[in-house]
Structure formats: structure tokens, C-alpha cells
């Protein structure tokens, strides 16, 4: 039985979020509503996850970095069936992005700042450079990197660049290890000693 006693982990019209093994959601981050998220994802200071009217699925071993918004496409007479938002796994989401109603792939770095609009769909593999805005209904094809307003391809993805998806993700949940630790230790134990 999970402990939803913390309020930036809540209920939206009677769904909880579904959280794996393991899971870092920062005491300033906001998870409300039909979220799942898989084994060691971490969630940083001050990003949002709000699945209040579609769902929101985010793959084992991807971090959602600070200030990052991820929502949803609500199903309405504009567009019968929404866009849900799902994410794959081992994708680093960087600083201040915005993924909206959009389909991301495995092993996908999105740059701080870019915004991914809804329906858009990022294959497997693919670079979004700092700052880039996918338009909605667009698709970014595998193995390449795009960047741009609106986004463009740019060229294909070594193979250093391709490794680092892996490498990146296995760094963040390294990283949110020692954060757990920490925030799981006694009050006073972690900080510095009084005199």
C-alpha cells in the first residue's frame, strides 16, 4: 500500500497516480490525476505532471527534469478523443520542456525548453535540441536529430549520441538513488553539525 500522504502526489476525479519501484517525485514537483509512472522514474523540483482529463504514462528509467510540464490533450467537440500523453522509456526530459497531448519514444533526449505539441509523434532514438517546437502532428523519424522553430531534421545521430540515450538515463537514476537516501533519512542526520 502506497502512501499518498503528500499532497503534490493526489487524486484527481477519483484516480491516483500509479507509481513503480522506486519512483523520485520531488516534495515541490506536482503529480496529480490517471498517471502511471514505471520503475525508477524521477521527477525533479518544481515540474508538473497533470493527468486531470486523459491519461499520462511516462516508461521505467526516464527523469523529468525541473521546471518541465507534462499535460494532456482533453477530449471535447474540437477533438473527439484528446490527446493522451505518453512518454517511453529512458528519455531524459530537460529542463523547462513542455510535452503536450504528444507520443515519445524510447531512449529520446528532449533539450531544456523545447515544447512538443499534440499528436505529435518522436520515434525511438531521437535528439530535440534545446529550445526546438514540434508542431502539432508532426512526426521526428528515428535516429536523428532535430532542432529549430518549428523543428526540422538536422542530421542522422552518431553512434556516440546513441549510446548516450542509455548512458544518460542510467545517470539520473543513479542520481536519484542518493536523493532517496537522503530524503529518506532522519531529520537532522543529513544537514550540517550544530555547534
Known amino acids: 500500500m502506497r502512501d499518498y500522504s503528500n499532497r503534490n502526489v493526489r487524486s484527481f476525479a477519483g484516480k491516483w497516480p500509479q507509481l513503480g519501484a522506486r519512483v523520485l517525485i520531488d516534495p515541490s514537483a506536482v503529480v496529480l490525476?490517471?498517471?502511471e509512472l514505471g520503475d525508477d522514474?524521477?521527477?525533479w523540483p518544481q515540474a508538473v505532471i497533470r493527468g486531470d482529463m486523459h491519461r499520462i504514462r511516462v516508461g521505467a528509467r526516464s527523469s523529468v527534469q525541473d521546471g518541465s510540464v507534462l499535460h494532456i490533450t482533453h477530449a471535447g467537440p474540437y477533438n473527439p478523443g484528446g490527446w493522451p500523453l505518453s512518454i517511453g522509456m529512458e528519455v531524459t526530459i530537460g529542463h523547462n520542456a513542455t510535452l503536450h497531448g504528444c507520443a515519445i519514444g524510447d531512449r529520446v533526449l528532449v533539450g531544456m525548453?523545447?515544447?512538443v505539441m499534440d499528436g505529435a509523434?518522436?520515434?525511438d532514438e531521437v535528439v530535440?535540441?534545446?529550445g526546438a517546437l514540434v508542431t502539432p502532428g508532426?512526426?521526428?523519424r528515428r535516429g536523428f536529430l532535430y532542432g529549430g522553430s518549428p523543428a526540422r531534421e538536422m542530421r542522422p545521430l552518431s553512434e556516440a549520441e546513441l549510446g548516450y540515450f542509455s548512458y544518460s538515463a542510467s545517470n539520473y537514476v543513479k542520481l536519484k538513488e542518493r536523493h532517496l537516501t537522503e530524503l529518506a533519512a532522519p531529520a537532522g542526520t543529513d544537514g550540517p553539525a550544530t555547534p
Open 33 to 35: 490525476g490517471d498517471v
Open 113 to 115: 525548453g523545447a515544447i
Open 128 to 130: 530535440i535540441a534545446a
Open 121 to 123: 509523434v518522436v520515434e
Open 41 to 43: 522514474v524521477s521527477v
Open 138 to 140: 508532426k512526426t521526428l
